[in-house]
Protein backbone atom coordinates (compact mmCIF):
# COMPACT_ATOMS: atom_id res chain seq x y z
CA UNK A 1 0.00 0.00 0.00
CA UNK A 2 1.08 3.41 -0.84
CA UNK A 3 2.35 5.62 2.27
CA UNK A 4 1.22 8.69 0.40
CA UNK A 5 -1.44 10.20 2.22
CA UNK A 6 -3.56 10.33 -1.14
CA UNK A 7 -7.06 10.26 -1.31
CA UNK A 8 -8.74 9.42 -4.77
CA UNK A 9 -12.41 9.60 -6.24
CA UNK A 10 -13.09 5.87 -7.21
CA UNK A 11 -15.60 4.84 -9.10
CA UNK A 12 -16.92 1.41 -9.69
CA UNK A 13 -19.42 1.50 -13.06
CA UNK A 14 -21.55 -1.43 -12.73
CA UNK A 15 -23.22 -2.24 -16.24
CA UNK A 16 -24.22 -5.67 -16.05
CA UNK A 17 -27.20 -7.68 -14.59
CA UNK A 18 -26.18 -10.09 -11.75
CA UNK A 19 -25.81 -13.94 -12.59
CA UNK A 20 -25.86 -13.83 -16.22
CA UNK A 21 -22.28 -13.38 -16.23
CA UNK A 22 -19.52 -12.91 -13.25
CA UNK A 23 -18.56 -8.91 -13.79
CA UNK A 24 -21.34 -8.10 -10.99
CA UNK A 25 -19.55 -10.45 -7.98
CA UNK A 26 -16.69 -9.74 -8.95
CA UNK A 27 -16.97 -5.66 -8.58
CA UNK A 28 -18.32 -6.20 -5.38
CA UNK A 29 -14.91 -8.16 -4.69
CA UNK A 30 -13.02 -5.24 -5.85
CA UNK A 31 -15.69 -3.04 -3.84
CA UNK A 32 -15.34 -4.63 -0.44
CA UNK A 33 -10.95 -5.63 -0.78
CA UNK A 34 -10.96 -1.57 -2.31
CA UNK A 35 -12.51 -0.38 1.32
CA UNK A 36 -9.79 -1.01 3.32
CA UNK A 37 -7.80 1.92 0.93
CA UNK A 38 -9.75 4.59 2.45
CA UNK A 39 -10.44 6.07 -0.91
CA UNK A 40 -13.77 8.38 -1.70
CA UNK A 41 -15.74 5.67 -2.88
CA UNK A 42 -18.80 5.56 -5.15
CA UNK A 43 -20.97 3.23 -7.10
CA UNK A 44 -22.32 3.39 -9.94
CA UNK A 45 -25.58 1.48 -11.66
CA UNK A 46 -26.35 2.01 -15.76
CA UNK A 47 -27.85 -0.23 -18.08
CA UNK A 48 -28.59 -3.69 -16.99
CA UNK A 49 -26.37 -2.81 -13.74
CA UNK A 50 -30.10 -1.37 -12.51
CA UNK A 51 -30.66 -5.32 -11.75
CA UNK A 52 -27.84 -5.69 -9.40
CA UNK A 53 -29.74 -3.71 -6.92
CA UNK A 54 -33.39 -5.62 -7.49
CA UNK A 55 -35.05 -6.17 -4.03
CA UNK A 56 -36.42 -10.04 -3.86
CA UNK A 57 -33.16 -11.75 -5.52
CA UNK A 58 -33.48 -15.41 -5.43
CA UNK A 59 -30.51 -17.33 -6.79
CA UNK A 60 -31.27 -21.18 -5.50
CA UNK A 61 -32.47 -22.48 -8.53
CA UNK A 62 -29.77 -21.36 -10.57
CA UNK A 63 -27.20 -22.88 -8.63
CA UNK A 64 -24.92 -20.19 -8.00
CA UNK A 65 -24.20 -18.45 -4.78
CA UNK A 66 -26.90 -15.19 -4.44
CA UNK A 67 -24.67 -12.37 -3.47
CA UNK A 68 -27.37 -9.74 -3.18
CA UNK A 69 -27.01 -9.04 0.34
CA UNK A 70 -23.53 -8.04 -0.13
CA UNK A 71 -24.97 -4.67 -1.17
CA UNK A 72 -26.69 -3.72 2.08
CA UNK A 73 -23.81 -4.64 3.84
CA UNK A 74 -21.94 -1.83 1.80
CA UNK A 75 -22.51 1.03 4.49
CA UNK A 76 -20.51 -1.09 6.95
CA UNK A 77 -17.41 -0.42 4.77
CA UNK A 78 -17.75 3.44 4.71
CA UNK A 79 -19.08 2.60 0.64
CA UNK A 80 -22.33 4.75 0.67
CA UNK A 81 -23.04 6.10 -2.40
CA UNK A 82 -24.77 4.27 -4.84
CA UNK A 83 -25.95 6.07 -7.77
CA UNK A 84 -28.50 4.51 -10.21
CA UNK A 85 -29.55 6.19 -13.01
CA UNK A 86 -33.10 7.04 -13.99
CA UNK A 87 -33.03 6.37 -17.30
CA UNK A 88 -31.90 2.72 -16.82
CA UNK A 89 -34.49 2.12 -14.78
CA UNK A 90 -37.22 3.61 -17.12
CA UNK A 91 -36.19 1.82 -20.15
CA UNK A 92 -36.33 -1.74 -17.96
CA UNK A 93 -39.74 -0.66 -16.61
CA UNK A 94 -38.26 -0.05 -12.99
CA UNK A 95 -38.97 2.37 -10.49
CA UNK A 96 -36.57 3.09 -7.05
CA UNK A 97 -39.05 1.30 -5.18
CA UNK A 98 -37.96 -1.74 -7.11
CA UNK A 99 -34.59 -1.70 -5.59
CA UNK A 100 -33.47 -2.78 -2.38
CA UNK A 101 -33.60 -0.58 0.43
CA UNK A 102 -29.75 0.11 0.68
CA UNK A 103 -29.14 2.56 3.92
CA UNK A 104 -25.75 2.94 6.11
CA UNK A 105 -25.36 4.81 9.12
CA UNK A 106 -24.59 8.39 9.85
CA UNK A 107 -22.13 8.74 13.16
CA UNK A 108 -22.82 12.44 12.09
CA UNK A 109 -26.66 12.62 13.20
CA UNK A 110 -26.34 9.76 16.02
CA UNK A 111 -26.27 6.79 13.38
CA UNK A 112 -29.15 7.69 12.10
CA UNK A 113 -29.76 5.39 9.41
CA UNK A 114 -29.61 6.86 5.83
CA UNK A 115 -30.46 6.23 2.27
CA UNK A 116 -27.37 4.82 0.21
CA UNK A 117 -28.84 4.94 -3.13
CA UNK A 118 -28.95 8.30 -5.11
CA UNK A 119 -31.19 8.47 -8.23
CA UNK A 120 -29.36 10.44 -10.86
CA UNK A 121 -30.26 11.21 -14.58
CA UNK A 122 -28.35 10.85 -17.53
CA UNK A 123 -26.48 13.99 -17.95
CA UNK A 124 -25.99 14.03 -13.64
CA UNK A 125 -23.80 10.36 -14.26
CA UNK A 126 -21.90 11.73 -16.93
CA UNK A 127 -20.72 14.63 -14.91
CA UNK A 128 -19.95 11.87 -11.72
CA UNK A 129 -18.25 9.99 -14.18
CA UNK A 130 -15.94 12.94 -15.64
CA UNK A 131 -15.39 13.88 -12.30
CA UNK A 132 -13.78 10.67 -10.95
CA UNK A 133 -9.73 10.05 -10.86
CA UNK A 134 -10.56 6.10 -11.70
CA UNK A 135 -13.07 4.29 -12.59
CA UNK A 136 -13.65 0.78 -12.53
CA UNK A 137 -15.49 -0.48 -15.03
CA UNK A 138 -17.65 -3.86 -14.76
CA UNK B 1 2.82 9.48 -17.83
CA UNK B 2 2.01 6.64 -15.65
CA UNK B 3 -0.72 4.15 -16.85
CA UNK B 4 -2.15 1.27 -14.90
CA UNK B 5 -3.86 -1.00 -17.04
CA UNK B 6 -6.39 -3.27 -16.28
CA UNK B 7 -7.48 -6.45 -18.49
CA UNK B 8 -11.37 -8.23 -17.88
CA UNK B 9 -11.11 -9.98 -20.63
CA UNK B 10 -9.12 -13.90 -21.93
CA UNK B 11 -7.74 -13.91 -24.98
CA UNK B 12 -9.04 -14.64 -28.20
CA UNK B 13 -12.76 -14.48 -27.41
CA UNK B 14 -12.53 -11.25 -26.96
CA UNK B 15 -9.99 -8.24 -27.82
CA UNK B 16 -9.56 -6.83 -24.92
CA UNK B 17 -6.11 -7.94 -24.32
CA UNK B 18 -5.21 -7.72 -27.85
CA UNK B 19 -5.84 -3.72 -27.95
CA UNK B 20 -4.50 -3.92 -24.22
CA UNK B 21 -1.00 -5.28 -25.65
CA UNK B 22 -0.96 -2.73 -28.63
CA UNK B 23 -1.95 0.15 -25.88
CA UNK B 24 0.69 -0.65 -23.58
CA UNK B 25 3.62 -1.28 -26.36
CA UNK B 26 2.82 1.97 -28.01
CA UNK B 27 2.79 3.82 -24.34
CA UNK B 28 6.07 2.56 -23.26
CA UNK B 29 7.15 3.35 -27.15
CA UNK B 30 6.05 7.13 -26.62
CA UNK B 31 8.05 6.75 -23.66
CA UNK B 32 5.21 6.50 -20.78
CA UNK B 33 5.63 4.65 -17.63
CA UNK B 34 3.40 1.91 -17.18
CA UNK B 35 3.13 1.23 -13.13
CA UNK B 36 0.70 -2.62 -13.51
CA UNK B 37 -0.46 -4.49 -15.86
CA UNK B 38 -3.59 -6.45 -13.64
CA UNK B 39 -6.02 -9.59 -15.31
CA UNK B 40 -9.33 -9.91 -13.57
CA UNK B 41 -12.35 -11.65 -14.77
CA UNK B 42 -11.65 -14.21 -17.41
CA UNK B 43 -8.46 -12.00 -18.02
CA UNK B 44 -6.46 -14.07 -15.66
CA UNK B 45 -6.06 -16.56 -18.66
CA UNK B 46 -4.48 -14.46 -20.42
CA UNK B 47 -1.45 -15.61 -17.99
CA UNK B 48 -1.51 -19.58 -18.21
CA UNK B 49 1.83 -20.70 -20.63
CA UNK B 50 -0.21 -24.05 -21.13
CA UNK B 51 -2.10 -22.45 -24.28
CA UNK B 52 -1.03 -23.42 -27.55
CA UNK B 53 -2.60 -21.04 -30.43
CA UNK B 54 -2.33 -22.08 -34.51
CA UNK B 55 1.55 -20.96 -35.62
CA UNK B 56 0.01 -18.46 -38.05
CA UNK B 57 -2.06 -16.81 -34.95
CA UNK B 58 -0.40 -14.39 -32.16
CA UNK B 59 -0.05 -16.21 -29.01
CA UNK B 60 -1.02 -13.43 -26.52
CA UNK B 61 0.36 -14.89 -23.49
CA UNK B 62 3.89 -14.98 -25.28
CA UNK B 63 3.35 -11.44 -26.84
CA UNK B 64 2.96 -10.14 -22.70
CA UNK B 65 5.63 -12.38 -21.26
CA UNK B 66 8.37 -11.16 -23.80
CA UNK B 67 6.90 -7.07 -23.85
CA UNK B 68 6.84 -7.58 -19.86
CA UNK B 69 10.65 -9.05 -19.74
CA UNK B 70 11.93 -5.91 -22.27
CA UNK B 71 10.11 -3.78 -20.15
CA UNK B 72 10.14 -4.99 -16.64
CA UNK B 73 6.39 -4.73 -16.43
CA UNK B 74 4.95 -5.54 -13.38
CA UNK B 75 1.66 -8.05 -14.85
CA UNK B 76 -0.63 -9.00 -11.68
CA UNK B 77 -3.08 -11.90 -12.16
CA UNK B 78 -5.90 -11.47 -9.46
CA UNK B 79 -5.58 -14.64 -7.33
CA UNK B 80 -9.29 -14.81 -6.49
CA UNK B 81 -9.93 -14.73 -10.21
CA UNK B 82 -7.09 -17.21 -10.68
CA UNK B 83 -8.44 -19.39 -8.43
CA UNK B 84 -12.19 -19.82 -10.11
CA UNK B 85 -10.71 -20.56 -13.39
CA UNK B 86 -7.48 -22.50 -12.60
CA UNK B 87 -4.34 -20.67 -12.88
CA UNK B 88 -1.76 -21.59 -10.39
CA UNK B 89 2.00 -20.80 -9.69
CA UNK B 90 3.89 -23.27 -8.07
CA UNK B 91 3.13 -22.09 -4.62
CA UNK B 92 -0.74 -21.92 -4.99
CA UNK B 93 -0.61 -25.63 -6.70
CA UNK B 94 1.23 -26.62 -3.76
CA UNK B 95 -1.19 -25.50 -0.98
CA UNK B 96 -4.21 -26.13 -2.67
CA UNK B 97 -3.11 -29.57 -3.08
CA UNK B 98 -3.13 -29.35 -7.23
CA UNK B 99 -0.78 -31.59 -9.40
CA UNK B 100 0.91 -28.93 -10.76
CA UNK B 101 0.93 -25.14 -12.21
CA UNK B 102 0.85 -23.20 -15.61
CA UNK B 103 1.13 -19.61 -14.68
CA UNK B 104 3.34 -17.81 -17.40
CA UNK B 105 6.56 -16.76 -17.46
CA UNK B 106 6.31 -12.83 -16.47
CA UNK B 107 3.13 -13.07 -14.61
CA UNK B 108 2.49 -13.35 -10.84
CA UNK B 109 -0.26 -13.91 -8.97
CA UNK B 110 -1.71 -11.07 -5.88
CA UNK B 111 -4.32 -9.85 -4.42
CA UNK B 112 -7.10 -7.68 -5.33
CA UNK B 113 -5.48 -4.69 -3.07
CA UNK B 114 -2.64 -4.37 -6.53
CA UNK B 115 -5.12 -2.95 -8.56
CA UNK B 116 -6.68 -0.27 -6.18
CA UNK B 117 -2.88 0.33 -5.56
CA UNK B 118 -2.91 1.05 -9.27
CA UNK B 119 -5.37 3.09 -9.51
CA UNK B 120 -4.15 5.27 -6.33
CA UNK B 121 -0.38 5.08 -8.23
CA UNK B 122 -1.24 5.78 -11.82
CA UNK B 123 -2.32 9.15 -13.60
CA UNK B 124 -4.57 6.82 -15.60
CA UNK B 125 -5.58 3.56 -15.11
CA UNK B 126 -7.59 2.13 -18.19
CA UNK B 127 -9.55 -0.65 -18.15
CA UNK B 128 -10.05 -3.06 -21.02
CA UNK B 129 -12.93 -4.96 -21.62
CA UNK B 130 -16.21 -5.21 -23.40
Given at each position: ?5 T ?40 D???F???E??D ?10 K?Y ?7 V ?11 LR???V???M?I ?12 P ?23 | ?49 F????Q ?10 E?A ?20 D????K ?36
Open positions: MSDEQKKKFLYLNRKAPYGTIYALESLEVVLIGAAFEQDVSLAFIDGVQLMNQAAATGMKGFSTRALGDFERKLYVEKESLDGLTDDLPVYEDEDEDYAEKSIILVGKTEMAKLIADQDVVLSF | MRFAIQINEGPYTHQASDTAYQFTKAALAKGHEIFRVFFYHDGVNNGTRTVPPDDRNLQKLWTLEAHKLDLVVCIAAAQRRGILANEARQGKDGDNIAPGFRISGLGQLIEAGIQADRLVVFGD
